[in-house]
């Protein structure tokens, strides 16, 4: 019962452009920036999109983020294996918490 | 370059408390925050809190204040978090991040350290 709603499984074929959706509230996502975390397996989270669309360095471009309202999405296009990855989207939330999406594994078939 | 490095894994009875260390190294330790993060065996991730390493101001999750403690020591640029009254729904592995502020994204991570809450 994350405050966060994203869909639990994603998957694409190399190559493909896959999207997947982060819904909040006017709490959170409607007034404050997104940002995007991937898992990879056995690993620490790395940050992957901050501020609803900006790429640290060193992501590569393939991955876009974007908001609109009290939604979000990451899209990666290009899909590769070593895409596959537990993803995670999280916001500041007006009631003084972060909160987080429940996660959406990715699987690149 | 610039990491964090957490302490290592820990095994306590309820009721108990624990103590994480976080070694920050890389970058000036006192120009950002840390925040805590836990994630429980096969689940998502929580946010526990953040601490400004600045000036030691902190921000807690409602759901664990009164247990939790965020401190920092500047002169080894290390961040701790403790949580006391250990209960079984506690055990998760726990991660410290770095960011600028409570609001800001968590750019740096630690490694995690397992903490195992059993009888």
């Known amino acids: 019962q994350s405050v966060l709603t994203q869909p639990p499984s994603a998957s694409g074929t190399p190559g493909q452009r896959v999207t997947i959706s982060c819904s909040g509230s006017?709490?959170?996502?409607?007034?404050?920036?997104v940002n995007w975390y991937q898992q990879l397996p056995g690993t620490a989270p790395k940050l992957l999109i901050y501020?609803?669309?900006q790429r640290p360095s060193g992501v590569p471009d393939r991955f876009s983020g974007s908001k609109s309202g009290t939604s979000a999405s990451l899209a990666i296009s290009g899909l590769q294996s070593e895409d596959e990855a537990d993803y995670y989207c999280?916001?500041?939330?007006?009631?003084?918490?972060?909160?987080f999406g429940g996660g959406t594994k990715l699987t690149v078939l | 370059q610039v990491q964090l490095v957490q302490s290592g894994a820990e095994v306590k009875k309820p009721g108990a408390s624990v103590k994480v260390s976080c070694k920050a190294s890389?970058?000036?330790?006192?120009?950002?925050?840390i925040s805590w993060v836990r994630q429980a065996p096969g689940q998502g991730l929580e946010w526990m809190g953040w601490?400004?390493?600045?000036?030691?101001?902190?921000n807690y999750a409602q759901k664990l204040q009164g247990r939790v403690t965020m401190t920092t020591d500047t002169s080894t640029s290390t961040a701790y978090m403790e949580l006391r009254s250990l209960r079984s729904d506690d055990t998760a592995v726990y991660y410290c991040?770095?960011?600028?502020?409570?609001?800001?994204?968590?750019?740096?991570w630690g490694q995690g350290t397992m903490v195992t809450v059993s009888s």
């Open positions: 999280a916001a500041w939330d007006d009631s003084l918490n972060e909160v």
């Open positions: 601490i400004s390493a600045y000036n030691g101001n902190t």
């Open positions: 006017s709490s959170n996502i409607g007034s404050n920036t």
């Open positions: 501020s609803n669309n």
């Open positions: 890389g970058y000036t330790f006192t120009s950002y925050g």
């Open positions: 991040a770095r960011a600028v502020a409570p609001w800001a994204a968590f750019d740096i």
